[in-house]
């Protein structure tokens, strides 16, 4: 294993319990990283029109979560990664931050599930 996938494979352990979380609604997700090793958990759009990275409410997911996540934030992206369809974070939901990760998969069910299926 090289230096990028034992990065990677140690991002995905340090959200595994978001994945499993997400995945057990269904929502398929894993970890990604969208350059520069910003992390996010990403996923498709039910409609297969576009995907959704989930990351902090400040920024990409940070490497160390215990200390440095304040809350989620969700994007919207069209297929091709050009164009943001909806940002949303925890304020959507009338919800307070929280690092919670019940927080993070009503985030998602709310904006990816809800609201863009139908679109």
């Not at 894993?30 to 029109?49: F, K, Y």
């Not at 920024?59 to 297929?79: N, Q, V």
Request: hydrophobic share 40%.
């Amino acid at each position: 294993m090289n230096n990028y996938e034992a990065a990677m494979q140690h991002a995905a352990d340090i959200y595994a319990d978001g994945i499993a979380a997400l995945r057990a609604k269904d929502i398929a997700a894993s970890v990604t990283q969208t350059g520069g090793m910003c992390l996010a958990i990403e996923g498709a759009v039910p409609n297969g029109r576009g995907y959704w990275l989930l990351t902090g409410s400040e920024g990409p997911l940070p490497w160390d979560r215990e200390a440095d996540l304040t809350g989620w934030g969700l994007g919207i992206y069209d297929e091709n990664g050009d164009e943001v369809v909806a940002m949303f974070d925890q304020s959507t939901l009338g919800e307070q931050k929280s690092t919670a990760v019940d927080a993070a998969v009503r985030l998602v069910y709310a904006a990816v599930c809800d609201s863009q299926a139908d679109r």
